[in-house]
């Protein structure tokens, strides 16, 4: 587990390490998720190597949030009251930064202690000090005992380790060391303004180190992570920030010209965008999205990339409320899901959802297909996608509609770097070709 570089400032640590408290008790205690906390939070530094540190901190601690708890129950004689939970929480901060980051020792000892000071509890300035001294001095051992259970090592909630453990018992261990890795930046060239080609030579002109996706056939990968507004060609719609395993969708679907294709859960409409641009922006796409507030997204997406779609608010299981009785020709319906997927991404997932939360997907997505198959062609083909691992949401969901309707045919793909079993659909496991988790699943109806 190779350490961080501590890209921190002189004398900024007191505000960096408050402000990534802050954002980590909001996500872990208030439940908010993390990407809609961290840019408010790191919205207060002017200076980028603060941004980068706050930002290193606060997404390393949810990430190995279970290991470090796991640590620090350790370290404590009795457990804090409720009310104290940011002293437990800066606990983990500053653990994360001693295992993890190349912050000095001393500093971050130092600097986790002074925090104390902000959070006007003279009292556990001690406490902190202690706990976090005593781990330098007996570091090994704590950490060895901390990992004799394999959810806390990995830092997985037990009810998703039990999962993974159950769904893929040859994989589970890779795919929890994907899940705590950080994720390649890769882009989507948008073929209606240059060929990747030309994209590759561009950012060589900006001194960017990038790759051509092995499997994605517009997939770019760069070698450092950017602010992709800065890159040329983003202005004018020359590229799109999507994993190689989410750009697998229309280049399953093969849109064509005059075609009526309905993008289900569309927003924030990074595969309704790709499937305009495959089919050169003369597909008709219809893009719907139950939750208003992400439509500006998909709409700022459009505009930028200089693409027409169709698009409105609407639930994808009620079609008698958005749908016109004019049969689509395809549809893609990237289902609501756990997200289990992208963890590596989101490390919050593994906190906020629960064992109840998949039941109640499994249901949602049942009930989207269940709705949306009559209102395709004769003939017409559905991808069912998730960015899920887990088989209750993608194989066994598939083989259940496929055996409750009659006209429902499976499409075998073949995608490379995914697995295959005796139940439908092809499932890519995160890191795989350094990929997201994802399952993809192609049924056409037959006529």
């Known amino acids: 587990m ?7 400032t002189p004398n900024s640590g007191l505000n960096s390490r408050f402000i990534a408290l802050k954002i980590c008790l909001t996500v872990i205690e208030s ?66 930064q001693i295992l993890y980051m190349e912050t000095p ?37 704590i950490c060895a005992q901390a990992d004799l259970k394999p959810a806390n090592k990995y830092s997985h ?48 002109t900006v001194d960017m180190v990038a790759t051509p996706h092995p499997t994605a056939p517009q997939g770019v990968i760069l070698e450092t992570s950017t602010d992709i507004s800065q890159l040329p060609s983003y202005e004018d719609g020359g590229f799109s920030v999507q994993d190689g395993a989410a750009q697998q969708a229309a280049n399953i679907l093969k849109p ?28 008709s796409v219809f893009a719907l999205e139950k939750m208003p507030e992400r439509m500006d997204r998909l709409a700022e997406n459009l505009y930028r990339l200089e693409l027409d779609a169709e698009y409105t608010v609407g639930d994808a299981s009620c079609p008698e409320e958005w749908w016109d009785k004019q049969l689509f020709d395809k549809i893609l319906l990237d289902a609501p899901c756990s997200a289990t997927g992208i963890i590596r991404r989101h490390p ?28 395709l062609k004769p003939g017409g083909q559905l991808l069912y996608a998730t960015c899920s691992v887990l088989p209750q949401e993608n194989t066994l969901q598939m083989q259940s509609f496929i055996e409750s309707e009659a ?15 005796d139940t439908p659909g092809n499932q890519y496991l995160p890191g795989r070709l350094g990929m997201d988790g994802f399952f993809y699943c192609l049924l056409e109806k037959s006529e």
Not at 2 to 8: D, G, L
Not at 119 to 136: I, S
Not at 257 to 282: M, V
């Open 2 to 8: 190779s350490k961080q570089a501590a890209n921190n």
């Open 256 to 283: 064509q010209a005059n075609e009526r294709i309905l993008d289900a859960c569309a927003a924030p409409g990074g595969k309704t965008t790709h499937l305009l641009e495959l089919s050169n922006n003369q597909a």
């Open 407 to 421: 006209t429902a045919k499976i499409i075998p793909l073949d995608l490379e770097a995914t697995l295959t079993f």
């Open 348 to 375: 919050d997932i593994k906190w906020h959802r629960t064992e109840e939360d998949i039941e109640a997907l499994v249901e949602i997505q049942a009930s989207i297909l269940k709705a949306l198959w009559p209102t």
């Open 105 to 141: 020792e001393h500093a971050a000892v130092s600097e986790t202690v002074a925090v104390v000071q902000k959070l006007k509890k003279p009292w556990a300035k001690a406490l902190v000090n202690g706990v976090l001294r005593t781990f330098l001095r007996e570091q090994d051992a």
């Open 157 to 204: 909630p037990q009810w998703l380790f039990k999962a993974l453990r159950k769904g893929y018992p040859n994989d589970w261990e890779s795919i929890m060391e994907a899940n705590n890795a950080i994720a390649p930046l890769t882009l989507r060239v948008n073929t209606m303004k240059q060929t990747r080609d030309e994209f590759l030579a561009l950012l060589k």
């Open 31 to 96: 439940g908010r998720s993390l990407s809609q906390t961290l840019p408010e939070g790191l919205a207060q530094f002017q200076d980028r190597r603060e941004r980068n540190f706050t930002q290193n901190m606060v997404i390393g601690t949810l990430r190995w949030q279970a290991r470090l708890e796991a640590i620090r129950a350790q370290l404590l004689k009795k457990k804090l009251k409720e009310k104290d939970e940011d002293i437990n929480q800066l606990i983990l901060i500053g653990l994360y």
